[in-house]
């Protein structure tokens, strides 16, 4: 008796024929954002880990310093956003590979998809709504640029 | 029963996957499955490892955005749960994470390399090295810096 197996990645549905092909669109997404987190990822660690006295440094004062400005907002905001896709991505394919029940897989994908979307939201809006003075805080918790009260 | 497939690799060569699945008891030819190219090889060791790290860093995540917005709520709240991260135990879970990070990085830029690469199939044994190798390095240069900053304070 001989079985063939199909050869590796081969798709449980055909790719469509017409619209959007949402799985290349998926690989080539792992591989642009990863390529650019490996830049973002390796910047934060290295600004927030191996620069003055690391992680012991970091404080409300330090955050408040770091996204005060514009330009590390936008590192955060796009290390999240591409961070979370590509991670969030890479649990579905792991959920594709290792559930063997459709309704548990489905589960799991939705709680992955809405956690994703729910941190992307969260954090996204605490990067801009973000005031590294806030009022009545002491101003030993704060950075030394926020006015003394 | 036997299970063979042959199918022509993006590289140009001739992949055969005789031992796709669970080897036969009885078979003819070699009495050895003929050398894989991929199972229990530097190609299986490094997906196995990438899915393990990734999933190691997808968790971390979750949990460094919810403590990350904390400095939406107030600057002590923050300060409290951040100083969590400053214990010794913490350090050296964060010498783990930096080690997934590295791994998952460069074995990541190795893949699109295998992808996108001409050569890059052809070269994946080595480039898994290159990985361990330059992994070593930023440990090197991570580690020690690191546990002075977490022991010393």
Not at chain 2, 11 to 38: D, E, H, M, N, W
């Amino acid at each position: 008796m001989t079985t063939t197996i199909d050869a590796p990645r081969t798709p449980i549905r055909p790719a469509p024929k017409k619209g959007v092909n949402w799985e290349k669109w998926g690989w080539i997404y792992m591989r642009a954002s990863g390529v650019v987190l490996v830049v973002l990822i390796f910047g934060h660690l290295f600004v927030n880990l191996m620069v003055g006295d690391g992680v012991s440094a970091i404080d409300f004062a330090f955050v408040g310093g770091k996204l005060s400005s514009p330009f590390w907002q936008w590192w955060d905001v796009a290390m999240l956003w591409l961070a979370l896709i590509h991670g969030s991505n890479g649990m579905r394919t792991l959920v594709n590979d290792y559930s063997r029940n459709q309704t548990v897989g489905k589960i799991l994908k939705g709680a992955i998809f809405v956690s994703a979307v729910v941190l992307i939201v969260l954090g996204t809006l605490v990067v801009f709504t973000f005031d590294p003075c806030p009022a009545g805080a002491p101003a030993d918790l704060v950075a030394s640029f926020c006015p003394t009260s | 029963m036997t299970a063979t497939v042959s199918r022509k690799s993006q590289g140009g060569s001739f992949v055969s996957l005789k031992t796709a699945g669970t080897p036969p008891i009885t078979q003819s030819g070699p009495k050895r499955p003929a050398g894989t190219l991929y199972r229990g090889r530097e190609g299986m060791w490094s997906w196995v490892l990438h899915r393990i790290t990734g999933v190691a860093i997808f968790f971390f995540l979750l949990v460094h955005i919810l403590d990350t917005a904390l400095i939406r709520v107030s600057p002590e709240a923050y300060n409290a749960v951040i100083g969590t991260y400053q214990t010794p135990i913490m350090g050296l879970g964060e010498v783990a994470l930096v080690g997934a990070i590295a791994y998952h990085a460069y074995n990541g830029l190795r893949i699109v390399l295998i992808d996108f690469w001409s050569k890059g199939s052809k070269y994946q044994k080595v480039m898994f090295y290159v990985v361990i190798g330059l992994w070593v390095i930023t440990m090197l240069g991570f580690v020690p810096r690191h546990l002075i900053n977490v022991f010393s304070h």
